[in-house]
């Protein structure tokens, strides 16, 4: 069946440093990929999307790009703040829409 | 835009007790979700309305879960009689049709669950 893997956290960084969280999937078909992000005491928000490969999502400096080959989509930002530490969530939906998510990856960024 | 609603926000209950969740969805939204996360896992999918029919329930624990969406609006998921195994934080989300490909779903700040 349809899966998602992305790396485990948390991934601690400070102010400034390049952030790379991984995510692979597995699934049959052509699936739309997500990014959400959980701030603390928040509900999930949609970060960014791709719906076909070599698709680049974008979103408040954050990017993933679609890669259909390594079976992968990749979070990424040149410069994390302290205002971006949340739990990540990479997702894809298949032609049900129906969401599968990974298993999360909380980001602390210190100042 | 108002966004997804959801009550209460927090409860606790014994074992074998029964609860119920409630939810409303951003106006116009046909597409209703109701997710389970435990701790440290990702958000799985209980149940997905398109308006008041069922499209995919296949993970419900339909022993003990139920789920309604009584008129395409507003939506109640239940569970009678509890287990320790269902504390969690139960999020409902919506969109504007699961038949819309790449669809951004919008979620609500959930419930979370405890049972003792």
């Known amino acids: 069946g349809n899966s998602v893997t992305q790396m485990e956290g948390p991934v601690t960084l400070s102010e400034e440093a390049f952030l790379t969280i991984n995510c692979t999937y597995t699934a049959t078909g052509y699936p739309s990929l997500f990014w959400y992000v959980q701030y603390p005491g928040e509900g999930l928000q949609l970060l960014l999307k791709?719906?076909?490969?070599?698709d680049k999502g974008s979103n408040k400096g954050f990017e993933a790009t679609y890669r259909k080959e390594t079976t992968s989509f990749h979070l990424e930002k040149g410069s994390v703040q302290v205002s971006d530490s949340a739990v990540y969530f990479c997702?894809?939906?298949?032609?049900?829409?129906?969401?599968?998510f990974g298993t999360g990856t909380r980001l602390q960024v210190f100042p | 835009e108002a966004g997804v609603a959801q009550s209460p926000r927090y409860k606790i209950i014994e074992k074998r007790q029964s609860v119920a969740f409630w939810c409303n969805p951003i106006s116009g939204h046909a597409t209703l979700y109701w997710y389970q996360q435990i701790l440290g896992q990702g958000p799985k999918l209980l149940i997905q309305f398109q308006n008041n029919g069922v499209v995919d329930d296949s993970q419900l624990p339909k022993d003990r879960f139920s789920a309604e969406r009584l008129k395409g609006v507003d939506s109640t998921l239940k569970i009678q009689p509890a287990k320790l195994e269902d504390s969690a934080v139960y999020l409902c989300?919506?969109?504007?049709?699961?038949?819309?490909?790449?669809?951004?779903?919008?979620f609500g700040p959930g419930t979370r669950l405890t049972v003792l």
């Open positions: 989300a919506s969109s504007l049709s699961w038949e819309m490909s790449g669809n951004e779903q919008f």
């Open positions: 791709a719906t076909k490969a070599d």
């Open positions: 997702a894809l939906s298949d032609n049900t829409d129906k969401l599968i």
